[in-house]
């Protein structure tokens, strides 16, 4: 039996993954509804995303897409059943006060207003510097300043990388945010090449998309799979050793025992459970800094082509970035201003109706549209700085596990991809404590 904690996408994707392999487990949730951080909310008839805003229909996602009522895999791009065009599918830059186009091809590298000559001519030289094994003691900022020029990390690599965490290049180790995630990508040995071959941009080739009912329908189809195996509204309070080298797990008046458990929530969250057996770990965990996102979401008439765009480092801008969500949620019109994050942490502070000031200001300046507001949340996500360091420490105990996007890959995808290896693991582990002791052990939760 395996115990899972959370019913996020981390914890709904592993319950999946191990009942496809056919594995007992029972996934605690303490919230009314799963998803995690992937939430939809309706406002002024539409659906707005205050979490992940797209995600890609890649083929381990697309049994669950498929179950969501009113799926159509025909339709990819929108909700609405309308086609993403190529100039929608593309992500700019804003530089200058200008949005410029990432370029996808050596001719719109030669031809883009991102980079002045001697920028592109630096970028052009990067396939040829070579790798250092010392490299991995870079910041990512100083590993993409060195291979790609100073220009071209500030206007195009930077922004690109660091906005997915709302961090400072700066402040990530190379070795641990920036190189995993080029290694995926196939662009360890060059980052152009990464930029400019079909193995770089395979993502593009599977267009993004919305899922019906908004993003929060997906963690509902898979939750309705593992559905006899899901309490909500059940707290983990506290993990407990028990004799023969198993947990139980306490959760008000809900007990467990496990082979195993897997931890999917928040470093806090979880430094709280595994305070009494491993105090060590439990700090650890409290060290980890979670960037404060700020999200407003905006009507932009008109809504610009393009799934969105990210500041360039160096601009003087109070948001780090938009997506034009318009083009994927069938509204034609919604959008959302990212504010806060590592450079601007102050922002938390405001209310909402000055972050509302801020965003309108800056997207009616970054897009020349107009801009009015619809709603304000707040989120936390990973930093992946350096206080991550503080994860190389962790020494968890004998089959306590963590599955989470702070200690593995962020992204739907990368979560469910990671899913999917824990569970072939913690099966081998099963089948070989199943043939030396000739039995199964499985249970179900028991009310004390």
Partial sequence: MIGIVGAGVSGLALGVALAARGVPFHLFERSPRVGGVIRSVRRDGGILELGPQRLRPVPELLPHLERIPGWDASCFGSIGGGRITPGEHRFLVGRGGRLHPVPASLREGWSTSLLSARGKLRLALEPFVPGDP???????????????????????????????????????D?????LPALREMGGERSLVAMLLSRRGNKLLDVPPVVPPGGMESLARS???????????????????????????????????????????????????????????????????RMNRILLVHLALDPLPPGLGFQVAHGETSGIRGMTFSGHLDGSGSTAVAFL??????HLSALDDEGLAGIALAEAERWTGSRARPLHVSRARMPA??????????LRLPEGIHLHTNYAGRPGIIGRVREAARLAERLARQRAGSQAQDGSAASGSPVMA
Wanted: with cysteine; net charge negative; hydrophobic share 45%.
């Fill in 134 to 172: 010392t490299d991995v003691d870079l910041s990512s900022g100083e590993y993409l300043r060195k291979r790609a020029g100073r220009e071209a990390c500030e206007a195009l690599l930077g922004p690109l990388f660091g906005g997915l965490y709302g961090s400072d290049p700066d402040d990530m």
């Fill in 174 to 178: 190379a070795g641990r945010a920036l």
């Fill in 222 to 288: 898979m939750a309705a799979e593992v559905r006899d195996r899901l309490t909500l509204e059940a707290g983990v309070d506290a993990i407990e050793p028990v004799v023969g080298g198993r947990w139980r797990i306490l959760a008000g008046t809900t007990s467990l025992e496990c082979d195993a458990v897997v931890l999917t929530t928040p470093p806090a969250a979880a430094a709280g459970v595994l305070d009494d057996i491993a105090p060590s770990v439990a700090e650890n965990l409290r060290l980890l």
């Fill in 340 to 345: 806060g994050g590592a450079r601007h942490p």
């Fill in 384 to 393: 992946w700085d350096r206080s991550f360091r503080a994860l190389d420490a």
